[in-house]
DNA sequence: CAAACAATAGTCAAAGATGGTCAGAGAGGT
DNA sequence: ACCTCTCTGACCATCTTTGACTATTGTTTG
């Protein structure tokens, strides 16, 4: 526990036991701890991942900052996983549906939020060939199971 | 919250949070807030626009003024064909954002619907060249402003 | 009334302020 | 030695701020 990294997680993560999220400037932060901004970035990539339940959005520009939130790791992740590793990177429309309704069913998603992700995922919101739309409809799917993490 | 667009936003927005419109002298805003006049034009390019709900008219010359209204459509129906009419076949990522809150705000989406919208419609979602991203974002916005109305 | 002048607001590109990425160097463990 | 994790810095991307120049409208003057 002497590297900084390790010393930053630790420093981020008790405030992070008080508040419900945190919001720093990079550049703040790496000179409290005397190093370069990039280290933040290496801290908040390694240690604050979505696996590890956070949640990170940020600006740049004036006024930029780094926000960190907490957020609820569910059992069902395991679920999540799993579809995750079934779809891979090709969904038929059909199979979609049939995981949307896996989802409503674990009460992961509601029916409407079903079906507003369906209408995006039938083959008349994805216009292209055949491979590609299943490829395409496989890769959103798997943005929308990382995003139910963290509703 | 420390930079001046924020600030000024946030003083504006406060206002028309009480009246439904305001006029306001360039220079004596930005004199207020110790910026150059072109800040103003900025923070109402950049805050007040369209997807955001906001209609803004102006008048050069002695006299002159910038007023700015919040746009009301009472009838949900037609908000969304405004919407539709608005994006046409070309969306960037932020203008996406900002007419998902507004659909938030006109309750015609929950809070985590948007979310899930949101993630499905950022760039990393839709892999294909800037050009096509937006074409496809676009096509995607136009599914679901037509899947509002039938939820 | 037309021309000048005054009073506003708009545009745009450059500079400033942040944060992000990535490849390579460094350090610690096996 | 080798492998993995950490650290660094050069370069990139994005958002904000500024100011010189432009455009428009109102007012005064010849």
Redesign the pocket.
């Given at each position: 526990m002497?590297?900084?990294?390790?010393?930053?997680e630790a420093y981020l993560k008790q405030i992070l036991h008080d508040e419900k999220k945190i919001e720093?400037?990079?550049?703040?932060i790496?000179e409290r701890f005397?190093?370069?901004?990039?280290?933040?970035?290496?801290?908040?990539?390694?240690r604050f991942t979505i696996e590890k339940g956070y949640f990170?959005e940020?600006?740049?520009?004036?006024?930029?900052?780094?926000r960190i939130q907490k957020i609820v790791i569910l059992d069902s992740h395991d679920l999540l996983d799993e579809m995750s590793r079934w779809i891979g990177n090709d969904l038929t429309e059909q199979a979609a549906e049939d995981y949307l309704i896996r989802l409503v069913n674990e009460q992961l998603l509601t029916r409407r939020e079903a079906i507003v992700v369906q209408s995006l995922l039938q083959k008349e919101s994805l216009p292209m060939v055949l491979e590609d739309q299943r490829r395409m409809r496989a890769h959103l799917m798997q943005t929308l199971l990382k995003t139910i993490k963290r509703l």
């Amino acid at each position: 526990m002497q590297n900084i990294t390790d010393i930053i997680e630790a420093y981020l993560k008790q405030i992070l036991h008080d508040e419900k999220k945190i919001e720093i400037k990079r550049q703040e932060i790496a000179e409290r701890f005397d190093c370069v901004p990039s280290q933040i970035n290496y801290v908040i990539n390694t240690r604050f991942t979505i696996e590890k339940g956070y949640f990170v959005e940020s600006k740049r520009g004036g006024g930029g900052y780094i926000r960190i939130q907490k957020i609820v790791i569910l059992d069902s992740h395991d679920l999540l996983d799993e579809m995750s590793r079934w779809i891979g990177n090709d969904l038929t429309e059909q199979a979609a549906e049939d995981y949307l309704i896996r989802l409503v069913n674990e009460q992961l998603l509601t029916r409407r939020e079903a079906i507003v992700v369906q209408s995006l995922l039938q083959k008349e919101s994805l216009p292209m060939v055949l491979e590609d739309q299943r490829r395409m409809r496989a890769h959103l799917m798997q943005t929308l199971l990382k995003t139910i993490k963290r509703l």
